[in-house]
Structure formats: C-alpha cells, structure tokens
C-alpha cells in the first residue's frame, strides 16, 4: 500500500514553497573556524568547508564530535574565535535578517505548554515574509497548509503543540523549516525518533528542494541513507577529515576515520561468500540502524542503496 | 416599585461623583494592560516578577520625593533597574531566575525602606504599598493614561514578536528578530505598568494585577492571541468592578479588584472548556466508554479476519 505522503511528495514543490525570484545563490562557506563553549571545550577546531547550490550535504561524525556547535555557529548563535563564516557570501546575522536560513535543531528548546496550536508554529516560519504587524497574507496561509501536507501533519493542525508525540513534534518544526521557503536548510539529524515512512517522505521533500536550486546540510548518523540522497559528504571530528562527492569521501577508509573504531564492522568475503574464486565482498558499517553496504573488488566497492519506501 | 428605583439609584450613586467614574475608568485600562503583560509573564515562569517589581520602585520613589521629581520617574527608573539587574545577573550566574529575582528585590526594597526611615515624613509609604485609586489626582490620572495608552499602542503592534522571541529564541533569530532587545522592551513596558498599577493597587497586589488575569485565560484557550484578549476583558471588567464596589466599602479598591479576580479564576479552573476540572473528568468518563467501545471494534476485526482467512 502506497501512502498518502509519499505520493504528495513525489510532486515537484509548488509555487508557494518554492524561494521568490531574483534571488541570491545559496552557498556557505566555512574559513578555518575555531569555536569554543565558556566552559573553554574548542568543539570545532579550524574547520573548513564549501557548499554550493543545489546540493544536499550529509555531515557525519560521532557524538560530540561538534556537529550541533557546527550548525549554531552557522547559525551565528555562537560566534568563531578565529575564522568566518559567509553565507550566500553575506556575514550571518545579515544573511539570517534577509531570512536566508532556516534551522531545525536537534531538540527543540521551547516551552511545549505554550498555548500556540500546530498550525501557529508553522506560521512562524512566515513571519521574516511579512509586514511588522505579522499579519499573515493569503500565500502565507497557503504556504503553511503546503508544508503541514508535505510532513503528513495537516489532520493535527489544530492541536495544541505540546499534545503530540516526539516524532510528530519533529515533523511540525520540519514543517515550519519548509514554510520558511529558505534559500538553505540546516537540519540537526531531522531523522531521529521519526518513523521510516517519514524519512522517506522527507528524503523526497529534500530532493524536490535540491532541484528547486536549494542548498541542504543534514546532519546523521543513518549511514546507510547518506549515498542514497546526499550528493556531497562532510566527515567530521572536531575539524573537517573529508568533505566532498559522496561516492569518492564515503569510503570505508574516511568512515573508519571519522569513527574510529565505533562502527561496526562486518565483511564478507572469499570462501565465506562465494562458491568459487570471485574477488568481490559484502562490507557492512553501521552505528545504528541503517547499515552501510559496499559490495564488490576489494576498493572498488560500491554503495548499496537500501531499498526505501514501499518494500518497507 | 419606589423600592426598585431606590435600587436604581444607589446603584447609580458612584456614577454621580467624578473621581468615582474616574477610579473606574483608570482601573479598567490599567487592569487592561497588566492582564496583557500577564500573558507573557505567567508562560515565562516569571510570575514573581511582578511583584519583585513593584517593591523594587520604592527607593525610586523614595528618592524622588526627595529629590523633587515626579514619583512616576523615580518608579520607573529604579523598576527598569531592578528588572535589568536580574536579567543581567542571571546571564553571568546561571543561577536560577527565582533565586535571583528574590535576591534583586529585597534589596531594593531594602534600600528603599532605609531611606524612608531616615527620611520619615518624604513619602506617604502606605499609599504605595496599599494604593488608593479613589484619591487619585488629575495629574496621576494624565500620567496612568498616558503609560498605558503608549504600552497598549507597542504592545498591539509587538505582540507577535513578543511571542516568538519568548516561544522560540532560537528561532526568533532565524527570522531576523532580535530576542534580546525585545526581551528589554517587555521589561521596560512591564515595569510602567506597575508603576501605573501601583496607583490602583499598591505595591503588595501588583502580583495580582500582573498573574491572574492571564493565568485564567490560558485555561480558557490554547492560543495566544485569545488568552490576551480573554486576559485583557477579564482584567478591565475586574478592575472597574472593583473601583465601582469600593465606593459602597470605602476604599478598599485593590482588595475588591484581586477578589474579583480570584472568583473568575476559580469558575475557569472549575468550568473551563478544556482544561478545567469538569472538562476532565468528563474525558475521563467518555475515555473509558471508549475503552468499551474499542474493545468490541477490535474484535469485530478479528471476526472478519477469521472469516477472510476460512474463505482464502
Ligand atoms: N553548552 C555547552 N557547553 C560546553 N560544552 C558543550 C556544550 N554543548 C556541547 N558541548 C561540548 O562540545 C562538543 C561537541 O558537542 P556537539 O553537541 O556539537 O556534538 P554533536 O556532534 O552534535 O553530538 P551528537 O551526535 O551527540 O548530537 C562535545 O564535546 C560537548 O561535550
Ligand atoms: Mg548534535
């Protein structure tokens, strides 16, 4: 059985969704930044890195590894003590004020008693479109509908937000990310404590948003679904051990790196796999539940996509 | 029937003398405005606020009266201070908010009882403390007007704003808001308004002006924009309620006004249509006839999946 949000999301985004014209190219580009907590942890020391359009960028590490202080420094909520960050070429906080940037951080920080209904916090996304008094306009409601459908959240729009599940949280902050119509999307492992049938439906949105010209950086741990959707990798540790294409920086070599001996590691090969003399092995990585595959000569291996939506 | 119109008459007797119709007037759109400010402060956690505030103008008044200026500025100066200290010591401490707005407070209102004791005949201390709307002068009733005229004009065109930033900093930020400095404004605005209620009131049922009105919407409603417009009706009829009883039980207004307060806080708590006390024990009740329901649905289904089974 075909879902519902699956088949929306297979459509190209609509109008409202989609960024207004006349606009400036989404890039960001990290210069050696430094940044460090009061406490005085440098959680990301001389980190480098470009990011173009159209693209979706996976940044993988381990816990701690500074993703978060990453993306909040992107962010401009903490500030580099050495290096900058441009954005679209512009300084952050003059990026954020043109509402450049949208974020969906990794937990959200907000009061769930709050008495604002699903539909409101969406509509917060649009208040950089609007006119000082916040009054929403007909393309902001529309925008808001669109993007409560896309995340599969539109029969709980009337509730108040602190009466949903986790995931179904999750969705509605994704949700108000997309009604943004940001130029780049930052997203702190959106993919924890969601369902499967969600992260294909946000893969999908993600897609549909990298056509449209946009640029997203995603933070994961599900190792498996990086090749599958993300063109460019980022691999992480406190600093930038690779970044690139996704099928020449996710090797076994670069993840074994960037995490040390905490994945598990398990290969299949010769005798084990094979009845006679092939030369090609099954390599499984995994740190959760989404194994990586790589499948055939020794480093000539290839990505084997998980098979998403409809088998599972 | 010369009972009735002698009725009539009594109850009409307050609207015969100016500085009654004046008390009600000015207790109304001061109820009105701390019924406003009310919403934010009782979703911030901040409800002592109001009441640190009011006994942190002393001093300013003390000073004032020493010094010759209007009591308002002195009011307000040493307010505005006060409420800065405590947001400024809690960014350097990370000590709790209560524990900090505590130790602002009592030294303020430390300070400000040293210096009517070393000056005792400079300021009329009981009527801070206990308010006396009824013997207000012209020149009071300009100043009140005027606070909360200018507070109810940045609060209609900010209010969205306001709760953004104190619903989501973070994401206030990412829309271009600056949290921080609205966060000021608020402070700025609700230490004003104290000082207008301080006139009504007094200083020791401020609390009362600033928490209840707004704690009683929010169990009427699960959005913002309803519980302020709740907030503010309960808060202005209240308030005149208050100010026109109190002419039968000379002068007691601020005492009437919490009273009344108090009693519509208590039949939301009891009827409120979602959140009160009826309401959920009503859902209890359709939840276990639900239960029943259920149970026979479930093994409905089970029926036909035998049936399917045995045809199959
Ligand atoms: N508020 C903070 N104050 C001080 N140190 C912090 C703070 N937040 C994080 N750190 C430290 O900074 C480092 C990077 O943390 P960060 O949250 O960026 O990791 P992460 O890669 O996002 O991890 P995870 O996969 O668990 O989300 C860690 O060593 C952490 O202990
Ligand atoms: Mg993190």
Redesign the interface.
Known sequence: MKSRVLEIHSETPARSLSAPSGRLMPSIQVNNITVSYTNGVAAVRNASFKLGASTICALVGVNGSGKSTLFKTL???LTPSSGDVRIAGLPVNTA????L???V?QS????W?????VE?VVM??R??HMS???MPAKSDRQAVDEALERVGMSDYRKR?IGELSGGQKKRVFLA?ALA?GSEIILLDEPFTGVDVKTESAIIDLLRAMRDDGRLMFVSTHNLGSVPDFCDQVVLFNKTVLAYGPTATTFTEANLAEAFGGLLRHVRLGGSDLHDDADQRRVTVLTDDERPLVLYGERDQEKHIKPDRGGAS | MMLFSAVIDLLLEPFAYQYMTKAIWVSALVGAVCAFLSCYLI?KGWALMGDALAHSVVPGVALAYLMGLPYALGAFTSGIIAALGISFVRRLTMLREDAVIGLVFTTFFAIGLLIVSINPTSVNVQSIVLGNILAISDEDVVQVIIIAAISLAILG?KW??L??AF?????A?????NPWRLRVLFFVLLSACTVAALQTVGAVLVIAMVVTPGATA?LL????G??IGLAMIIGATTSALGAYLSFFMDGATGGLIVVFQTLVFLAAFVFAPKHGRLAARRAARAFSSEVDAGSREENAVKRSGLEEETTA
């Open positions: 962010m401009g909520f954020l004020k043109r509402g940037v949208a974020y951080p959200e920080d907000v009061d008693n709050f008495p604002v209904l409101d917060m996304g208040y950089g000082f008094l916040r108040q108000r943004q | 979703l065109l969205k704003d709760m953004l619903f989501d900093d973070s994401h930020r990412s829309v271009g808001l929010y409603t699960d959005r913002f309803v519980m």
